[in-house]
Structures are given as structure tokens and as C-alpha cells.
């Protein structure tokens, strides 16, 4: 499907939620993603639904781009502290038989176990990105370090 197809069909306002979901599916094996970034910069920025953003960030996995990440960081702001997020973050620090740990099972906890990923998990483990996240000063000064700081968020 070409982008301008695509971006068309993305901006319909006639699509039902199963219908967005199934264009995101659609859009995670595209390559050239890119060239509807800017449906991706303005859905972001607009979407209050948790389960809505959990497809579109899933679908813009390896897409690099400043405003993009800018916007996951916002997001994270945003859902980081939301109920929902920490009992995820409780659940991720159980440590179950063979080591794994509970996965985060609401949507706001599963936003930011996606929108986590696309920072690598900041170098470290689904548990560590996670307690890395919970972590005010870390959080503040990663956001500092890479140009993510308070003037960003104004």
C-alpha cells in the first residue's frame, strides 16, 4: 500500500477501534514506516485512550526520530505514575520460578512496557527499565542528559 494510501486511510474518521488496531498490525511489518510519520507525530500527541497508544507505539517500533521519541517521552511522563502503571511495576520486581517476572497486564502498565522498549529499556532489563522509571532523580536526570529537560516539556 502506498504511504499516501495509507496515510488517507489512517486519518478516516470513520474507523472503529478494531479497525485502527487492525491498519497498526498492518503497519508493524511495513517498511518505510517513516512516511507516515507525521499520522504517528499527531496521533500520539492526541490519543487519550492507553489501549489505543499501546498499538501505535508497538507499530512505530524502529522508527528513529527526535519528535517521535519526544513524544514516547511525554507519554511515559504522562502514564508513569498512573495507578495502573505502578501495580505493573510491583508485579514486574516478582521474582517467579526460573527467574522471569510477571508481565504488565493493564493497559497503562503495557504502554510503557512498549514505550520502554523503544529506549531499549535504557539499557537494561524489563525489571531495571521499570525501577529505572519509578525512580524520580534517574528518571529526571536521564530526561536532562539527553535533551529531554523542563524547558522540553513546557
Not at 43 to 69: F, K
Not at 106 to 134: A, C
Request: charge should be neutral.
Amino acid at each position: 500500500m502506498a504511504a499516501g494510501r495509507l496515510r488517507e486511510t489512517l486519518n478516516r474518521e470513520d474507523l472503529d477501534r478494531n479497525d485502527r488496531i487492525s491498519l497498526f498490525h498492518c503497519i508493524q511489518n511495513l517498511k518505510g514506516k517513516e512516511e507516515v510519520l507525521d499520522y504517528f507525530l499527531e496521533y500520539l500527541s492526541t490519543e487519550e485512550n492507553p489501549t489505543m497508544l499501546i498499538y501505535a507505539v508497538w507499530c512505530t517500533e524502529g522508527v528513529r526520530d527526535r519528535q517521535l521519541q519526544e513524544l514516547y517521552v511525554r507519554l511515559m511522563d504522562k502514564y508513569r505514575t498512573n495507578e495502573n502503571t505502578k501495580f505493573d511495576y510491583k508485579g514486574s520486581q516478582m521474582v517467579l520460578r526460573g527467574g522471569a517476572c510477571m508481565g504488565a497486564s493493564r493497559p497503562e502498565g503495557q504502554l510503557m512496557s512498549n514505550l520502554m522498549r523503544q529506549f531499549e529499556y535504557f539499557g537494561l532489563d524489563y525489571r531495571g527499565g521499570f525501577q529505572f522509571l519509578m525512580d524520580e532523580g534517574r528518571w529526571k536526570e536521564w530526561k536532562r542528559q539527553k535533551g529531554f529537560g523542563a524547558g522540553f516539556l513546557s
